[in-house]
């Protein structure tokens, strides 16, 4: 499953409203697994999760404040 469609699942168990927080919060698991990995694995895709949901959580964020 991508994110994408995991994203779509929890927005439609979450709702809008907290998958800002949500998103905040998958990056930074994915960050705290980066940086703990990165020093034994250096091709991982823990920064990849990582920057996916930052990018997620500020297009959320712009959208916030548009509306």
């Known amino acids: 499953m991508y994110n994408e469609e ?4 929890l927005l ?3 709702g809008e409203e907290k998958m800002l ?3 905040d919060i998958i990056s ?3 960050d705290i697994k980066y940086q703990a ?10 920064d990849y999760e990582r920057d996916w949901w930052i990018k997620k959580s500020n ?9």
């Open 6 to 9: 995991i994203y779509n699942k």
């Open 12 to 14: 439609e168990e979450f």
């Open 21 to 23: 927080q949500v998103a």
């Open 28 to 30: 930074v698991l994915y």
């Open 37 to 46: 990995s990165k020093n034994i694995d250096a091709l991982n895709e823990y």
């Open 59 to 67: 297009e959320l964020l712009k959208l916030k404040e548009i509306i």
